[in-house]
């Protein structure tokens, strides 16, 4: 299964209720959609606790019929690891379920994870069997099972890898952490050597292509890649070399087998021909001066 | 024994050019199908397939090969091959309709006593549950038509494999001198066997393809170039020198990707483990793709509204089928863009791309493109000049799967020039010449 759009030419919708309008890539999105002249409704976890037991009720007298849905919101490992965040997880989106059950939706976008994917094949697409290894992982797949199964929308699904960029909320090893350590320490802490490929994709491009998929009601699934991988390594390279000190690079002793991972995006060249990923210098270049410009210079 | 009359009934491309072989040795041949327009064709010499030879092997066969739609014409023939292309789906699925409804037709309409040899492939199973004749006088013959040499292949075989219902049993004396008129090993065995070594050739052809496929992308990687390794392969013994070791964009045509299928099917049927099947047809996929990828990074992602020219419509050289092509998926992918596309045999079809301009001629596709793409490798485009190529791009990119152009000459023009398993241009530049 792959992208197909309702709307071959760009449309507006109605509105957009985002779900998970504070996070990291929620910012961006609700950004993105003012930018465009569309309405939206940011939703964050203080507005509505979708874990709550009355959460369906409550997000359905939130939403209008032909609402645009992107359901953002999810408890990411750093705020737990155990069953008890997976079931949370689940409930929420047990409730945006609910909530499309009681009213008529244009769309329904959420966003899902890449840790449905185990490491046992490294290059993913989206034909690449769903394996989760961990909690985090069972939980994106169920939640995607979920929604095909009882959600009542045209639904889209972006499985995310890592995201970078200034603001990022969790601590996650990668281009925020590296980049918080070197200001902080003057140096960037790598597991091994960082020889560890991914695909990091900046916070602003994945907006953007969410951005796409809400314009063309596209419904189906798609991994949010670029489709060049960087080794963490070079990433922590990168950032030294786009500050105005010097930075120590510090390996460590390996405690886990070096996995890769890099994604086939020939599907998303399929379904949009036009997008076009920043180059990771460039991204981590803007994350630099965006992340010293929020703490005051 | 006289001479036997032999029949073919079908007269697609399996058949026409099976008919014309035998005819070729020597053989009284009656060509029946029931299409009246297609036989009338075939009586005006204009044939429905591109093969190189065809032509001049019919002509030579003068009276002894005749086109009939009339299927009482049978009745002289002492062996009679069923020979229509079976139809697949896009999943390769084949739909047998057609081919038994033609072999009750023929039985109906054949001497008692005659041999009926189904030529058409079918799955196992197949011709020991036909109802038709006598099992003693039936057989399947395993053909290995190959489009764009199909000719060669039927007028110089191999070997003959040959489904009996009882191998231990010597073939029909009439059926066995049309085999022995071609002089080459015959290999009798079951029905069952027969029907799965056709299969099981294609796989082995599918996986040699897949395997210099999944080295010729890692040499595209790490600077090695699979056209100095495939040599080396082939002069062992093990492997051999016809392999099939030239790497391509998936597997396309629509005959093996039905294999693949069939086995798939009997696998799961079965419970027999297949996961290599699944992984052939999935780099079969991947590679598809291989010169979108390429036109996307080199290309496409720093450009609005590219023009792209493209040479090459069929799935391969020789051929008129489209069937699969990985050039029409790719001119259907590249929405984006403007196109100016070329083929010597098939005119592209507006409905693939809105903006595609099909031209007369190979240079003109590359009239002011951003990148040309050779998809298809035609004889006559290893003539065209890299500098002249270069001279009417306004870009420099050339994406040639199959290395049609030379690679040197096409880096002396200043072009670059992508291929198949070679190191990319960057790559080479900076390893060969630091």
């Not at chain 2, 199973?125 to 395993?142: F, H």
């Not at chain 2, 231990?168 to 004396?173: N, Q, S, V």
């Not at chain 2, 082939?234 to 392999?243: E, S």
């Amino acid at each position: 299964m792959t992208l197909s759009h309702a709307n071959n030419v760009p449309q507006k919708p109605a509105r957009v209720v985002v779900l998970g309008a504070g996070g990291f890539i929620g910012r961006r999105l609700v950004r993105a959609l003012t930018d465009a002249g569309i309405e939206s409704v940011a939703l964050g976890s203080r507005d509505i606790d979708l874990a709550d037991g009355a959460a369906a009720a409550r997000l359905a007298e939130q939403l209008r019929r032909n609402d645009s849905v992107v359901f953002l919101a999810a408890l990411t490992p750093d705020k737990g690891r155990d069953s008890g965040t997976l079931m949370r997880n689940l409930a929420m989106c047990r409730a945006v379920c609910e909530a499309t059950q009681k009213v008529e939706l244009a769309h329904l976008v959420c966003a899902s994870s890449d840790a449905v994917y185990s490491f046992d094949t490294a290059l993913i697409s989206e034909e690449t069997p769903s394996v989760p290894v961990d909690l985090y992982g069972a939980m994106h797949r169920t939640r995607e099972l979920m929604l095909a199964a009882e959600a009542k929308a045209p639904l889209a699904i972006f499985r995310i890898p890592a995201l970078y960029g200034a603001g990022d909320t969790h601590n996650s090893y990668g281009p925020n952490r590296f980049l918080r350590q070197a200001l902080k320490d003057g140096s960037i802490a790598l597991f091994g050597n960082g020889e560890e490929m991914r695909d990091h994709v900046c916070v602003d491009d994945a907006a953007d292509l969410m951005l796409r998929v809400v314009l063309q009601r596209s419904t189906g699934l798609l991994n949010l890649a670029t489709g060049t991988s960087t080794s963490f390594h070079a990433v922590a390279e990168l950032i030294a070399a786009g500050l105005d000190r010097p930075i120590l690079i510090k390996p460590s002793a390996r405690q886990n087998p070096v996995t890769h991972r890099h994604f086939d995006v020939t599907n998303a060249l399929r379904a949009f021909p036009s997008m076009r990923f920043r180059p990771l210098k460039d991204g981590l270049t803007a994350m630099i001066a965006d992340t010293r410009a929020m703490a005051g210079g | 024994m006289s001479t036997p009359v032999v029949g073919f009934a079908g007269m697609t491309h399996l058949g026409l050019i099976s008919a014309s072989a035998v005819a070729g040795r020597g053989f009284e041949v009656v060509c029946f199908d029931a299409d009246p327009a297609l036989i009338d064709r075939l009586n005006r010499r204009d044939w429905p397939v591109l093969e190189p030879g065809l032509d001049q092997l019919i002509h030579g066969n003068g009276t002894r090969q005749r086109f009939t739609a009339q299927r009482n014409d049978l009745k002289s023939c002492d062996v009679v091959y069923v020979a229509p292309d079976v139809p697949t789906d896009d999943q390769g699925t084949s739909d047998f309709t057609g081919l038994t409804a033609l072999i009750r037709d023929v039985a109906g309409a054949m001497k008692p006593d005659a041999v009926m040899v189904v030529l058409s492939q079918v799955p196992p199973g197949y011709t020991r549950a036909l109802d038709v004749g006598s099992p003693e006088r039936r057989y399947y013959q395993v053909e290995t038509l190959v489009f764009g040499q199909a000719v060669e292949r039927a007028t110089k075989p191999e070997r003959y494999i040959v489904g009996c219902a009882d191998p231990a049993a010597p073939l029909d004396a009439r059926f066995r001198a049309v085999l022995d008129a071609f002089k080459c090993p015959i290999l009798p065995m079951r029905y069952e066997s027969a029907e799965l070594a056709k299969i099981s050739i294609n796989c082995c052809l599918v996986a040699s393809v897949t395997v210099s496929n999944t080295l010729a992308e890692l040499c595209e990687e790490i600077g090695a170039d699979w056209s100095e390794i495939a040599p080396a392969l082939k002069l062992d013994r093990r492997i051999g020198a016809y392999a099939y070791l030239a790497p391509g964009l998936g597997i396309a045509g629509g005959n093996l990707e039905r294999d693949l299928a069939t086995v798939r099917r009997l696998a799961d049927a079965h419970g027999t483990e297949a996961g290599l099947i699944v992984a052939w047809q999935r780099n079969s996929r991947y590679r598809r793709d291989w010169p979108l990828r390429q036109l996307q990074a080199r290309v496409l992602a720093g450009s609005a509204e590219p023009l792209i020219g493209v040479l090459g419509v069929t799935y391969k050289e020789n051929t008129r089928s489209i069937k699969n092509s990985p050039a029409v998926a790719l001119i259907r992918e590249l929405a984006s863009c403007r196109l100016r596309v070329f083929d010597p045999a098939v005119q592209a079809a507006a409905e693939w791309h809105p903006r595609m301009t099909p031209v007369e001629e190979a240079l003109s596709a590359c009239d002011g493109a951003d990148a040309l793409v050779i998809m298809t490798p035609w004889p006559q485009f290893r003539a065209l000049e890299p500098r002249a190529i270069a001279g009417r791009l306004r870009g420099r990119v050339v994406v040639d799967p199959f290395s049609v152009l030379d690679r040197a000459a096409a880096a002396a023009a200043g072009l670059e020039h992508v291929v198949l398993g070679a190191p990319s241009p960057a790559f080479s530049a900076k390893t060969l010449h630091p």
